[in-house]
C-alpha cells in the first residue's frame, strides 16, 4: 500500500502502511540496528514517528485527498518496543473531526500483541500541494493556510 505522498522520513525508517480506510490505519515496521537506544530497544524517538505517521494516516484515511500536519501529540510509553529484529504494527483511529482538524490516538504492539506505547494527537487538514509545485515555497505556503467553512 501506499502512503499517498512521498515522505522521506517514514522511506528511510521502513514503514509499511497495512491499513489505511475509514478512519483506522495500520503501519507495520521492523526496527533495525541503528533504529536502538543504548538498552538495545527501539528509540523513543522512532516509537513517537510510528505513531504518528499512524495517526496522521487514519485522519487521512477519511479524505485521502488533504494532507495533515501535527499540532499536538501526547505520548505514553508502557513497556520497551523490542529491538530484537521483530515486527511492531502501530493502529491508528481517528475519534473524531471537524471542517479543519482530526483528533486521534494510536498504540503501538509488539509481535506478541503487548502494547507498547500509545498515543493521543490533534492534526489539522490542510489542501496537497501540486505536483508541478513540489519545490516551490509559495505551494508549501498555499498548502499551510486554513481550509475554509464557508
Do not use: W
Request: include cysteine.
Amino acid at each position: 500500500m501506499n502512503f499517498g505522498a512521498d515522505i522521506p522520513f517514514v522511506t528511510l525508517l521502513g514503514f509499511s502502511l497495512e491499513l489505511f480506510e475509514g478512519g483506522e490505519s495500520a503501519i507495520g515496521y521492523t526496527p533495525r540496528p541503528d533504529h536502538l537506544n543504548s538498552f538495545a530497544v527501539t528509540h523513543g524517538g522512532a516509537c513517537m514517528t510510528l505513531l504518528d505517521v499512524a495517526m496522521a494516516t487514519a485522519a487521512r484515511s477519511v479524505q485521502k485527498d488533504m494532507g495533515v500536519v501535527t499540532i499536538e501529540m501526547k505520548t505514553s510509553f508502557m513497556r520497551p518496543a523490542p529491538g530484537d529484529g521483530s515486527r511492531l504494527t502501530a493502529k491508528g483511529s481517528l475519534k473524531h473531526r471537524s471542517a479543519t482538524l482530526a483528533f486521534t490516538e494510536a498504540t503501538i504492539y509488539d509481535a506478541r500483541g503487548q502494547a507498547c506505547a500509545h498515543s493521543t494527537g490533534t492534526f489539522k487538514y490542510v489542501r496537497r500541494q501540486a505536483a508541478s509545485d513540489a519545490g516551490s515555497a509559495e505551494a508549501a505556503n498555499l498548502a499551510a493556510r486554513p481550509i475554509s467553512t464557508d
